[in-house]
């Protein structure tokens, strides 16, 4: 399987097709409290998407920032790129998608950003923590849990 991806620009194809994604993932029922993206929860980002023979079969997108205060464990004035979001289609997990959209984006920002930050919500905790922390090399920072009683 050939995966290509690109940055791409934020216009209305594109935006469309990231919409269908995000209603697929919506649909899914995998991440707490997720809704489908709307246009302008896209405007402002950077955007990558995965093709497979120009087909769009994944995206991530996000946005850099200058941190203005310190939050642990990362200094006041670090730039980062956060990850608002990274989604594969199900018929692609696990055959190298998602690591090929992070891979990309740190090769991009690598001379221009000190961090790679996201949050996640997922209801499948363990596939998270080994794709970003065993796969992707990323360091554990917070987390917040809940049991309904």
């Known amino acids: ?7 791409c620009e ?13 209603e697929k993932w919506e649909s899914e029922d995998l991440t707490y409290g997720y809704c489908a993206n709307e246009k302008s929860d896209l405007i402002g980002n950077d955007l990558f998407l995965a093709y497979l023979n120009d087909k769009i079969i994944g995206c991530l ?12 464990p990362i200094d006041k004035g670090a730039k980062c790129f956060e990850i608002n979001e ?3 289609k199900e018929i692609y997990r696990s055959q190298g998608v998602g690591k090929a959209l992070f891979e990309y984006t740190e090769n991009y920002y690598k001379q221009n950003v000190d961090y790679i930050t996201l949050s996640t919500a997922t209801k499948n905790y363990k596939s998270i923590l080994h794709f970003y922390i065993e796969k ?6 917070s987390a917040k849990l809940f049991k309904k009683i």
């Open 136 to 141: 992707m090399d990323m360091s554990f920072w």
């Open 86 to 88: 990274i989604y594969v």
């Open 61 to 72: 997108f996000g946005k850099c920032s200058v941190l203005n205060e310190t939050i642990t």
């Open 1 to 7: 399987m050939k995966i290509e991806v690109k940055k």
């Open 10 to 22: 934020l216009n209305n194809s594109n935006i469309n097709a990231v919409i269908k994604l995000s």
